[in-house]
């Protein structure tokens, strides 16, 4: 059981969090509900306290598991969701939307769902162009003040979004993706967040199973799974970029660990308030994961993992078009 934690601004967390996305989305069938509710509470018996959800995941039914899963441990546990979407009259979303009406719906609807009187910590999940971000941020601080919500947090922001948000009520933490399959956060973000004392959050910190050894060259993803349509696992683009899995699975073996351990102690390494999410829905898996945490690299391990990352050009980019479209970069 790890006992490590870390510090997104003010909220104490586990060291790794569980992305749960992968629980009811996404990553083709998804499992029974009662398996998922026995696997999310196991995470905790294992030393997990930080799990992110979304509105969006499902739509609902994410919060809804976690809310049935966690109530019995609520007090022991760190729960992130989001807001940022509407809905059309049957729930499916319609588009990004942070409105400060819509704010409150979505956590009212999430309180409900997560069986809670507060949500630790709640992200804007996109950057709405539509409503000025210090719209968003003084309506977070509001449901702070009423005591509905703990933490405020931004999802896949720039730097000049972060700024402003800041200067209206303090950001807890920051969520995107950064791996050593993708890092442009080094240059973008992290410098803004050690300023400001701002937390990071990096989700996909496995590069969506790329870094967790399973996926090969012939590897097809089917009905149900994101990854059939981003530019990243077309076959081509695998071909290339399991080269940086090459690299990396030929540096663990020197430390007896798994390609998974070494990418997420990479991550580790790199400040003492990134807290990565990687998702799973096997207990295995989730033990690998934590093993990381006991995986001290030294500088120069870093440091030769970095140079693998740098010495292989990533082929397609993170999403399709039009879902990159929706990241923030000012």
């Not at 012939?218 to 399991?242: C, H, K, M, Q, Y």
Request: proline letters at 6%.
């Amino acid at each position: 059981m790890s006992t490590a934690t870390r510090q997104l601004g003010d909220l104490s967390v586990s060291a790794l969090g569980l992305g749960c996305m992968g629980i009811s989305q996404s990553f083709g069938q998804t499992p029974d509900r009662a398996d998922a509710v026995a696997f999310l509470r196991h995470a905790v018996e294992i030393g997990v306290t930080f799990f992110d959800t979304a509105e969006v995941y499902g739509p609902f039914q994410n919060e809804d598991i976690l809310g049935e899963a966690l109530r019995p441990v609520r007090d022991q546990v760190v729960i992130a969701t989001k807001f940022g979407f509407a809905y059309d009259s049957s729930g499916r979303p319609t588009g990004i939307s942070s409105r400060p009406g819509n704010i409150r719906r979505a956590v009212e609807g999430s309180l409900r769902r997560l069986r809670s009187e507060t949500v630790d910590l709640i992200y804007q999940h996109r950057v709405d162009p539509e409503v000025p971000i210090e719209d968003v941020a003084g309506t977070v601080g509001e449901l702070i003040a009423e005591g509905k919500v703990k933490h405020f947090g931004l999802s896949e922001a720039g730097p000049t979004t972060i700024r402003r948000a800041h200067a209206v009520h303090p950001v807890a933490a920051l969520q995107s993706e950064y791996s050593l399959f993708w890092r442009e956060p080094e240059t973008s973000v992290l410098p803004v967040l050690l300023e400001l004392g701002i937390g990071f959050v990096p989700f996909s910190p496995l590069g969506r199973g790329l870094l967790a050894g399973a996926v090969t060259r012939d590897s097809t993803f089917g009905e149900g799974d994101i990854r059939a349509n981003l530019p990243r696992f077309t076959s081509v683009a695998l071909d290339a970029n399991l080269e940086l899995v090459d690299r990396v699975r030929s540096i663990a073996t020197r430390f007896d660990a798994t390609i998974s351990q070494v990418a997420l102690a990479w991550l580790l390494a790199q400040r003492p308030w990134i807290v990565p999410i990687p998702g799973t829905r096997r207990s295995t898996r989730l033990a690998e994961n934590l093993g990381a945490i006991d995986l001290h690299l030294t500088p120069d391990d870093v440091a030769e993992l970095t140079a693998a990352s740098d010495a292989v050009i990533v082929v397609g980019d993170r999403y399709p078009e039009a879902m990159q479209a929706t990241v923030d970069r000012n």
